[in-house]
């Protein structure tokens, strides 16, 4: 995720003529910022142009609502993760929350997370050109 590998094959998404990464937004796996019209943050890997049609075609999710979009860059801002708290014995003990949004600037929360995946944002999200 952070080196911006395709989730399909595993190589460098990013398009070297451009210099940007495209990436297959879906409603479930893309949330807005507040005040930033374009960015947003999103918790999918970003595909490789080569990879674009075969993910399009064999992943049901993204048959339900996805956008082919490129992005200038991403850099790691929250991630899911399943909290825990201090036990008996020094034991961690789940809390029974999971799948919980902690941002990376959360020092209180961080400590208690376990991260199950990372959440990047993602800049000057553009629209690709599908012709
Ligand atoms: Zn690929």
Known sequence: ME??????CGK???????????WIMTDTAFREIPGDSTGGLTSAPPTCW???PEALATCPQLRVSSTVCTVARAEPAA??????MPG???RAVP??????E??????ALL???LATQLIVQVHDLQPADQG
């Open 95 to 100: 809390t029974g929350e999971y799948s919980v």
């Open 111 to 113: 400590p208690y997370a």
């Open 3 to 8: 080196k911006l590998r395709c989730q399909v």
């Open 102 to 107: 902690v941002s990376l600037n959360d020092e």
């Open 88 to 90: 008996p014995g020094r």
């Open 12 to 22: 460098v998404a990013t398009d070297p003529a451009t210099g940007r990464t495209p």
């Open 79 to 84: 991630v899911l993760a399943d909290m825990f």
């Open 50 to 52: 080569a990879c674009v």
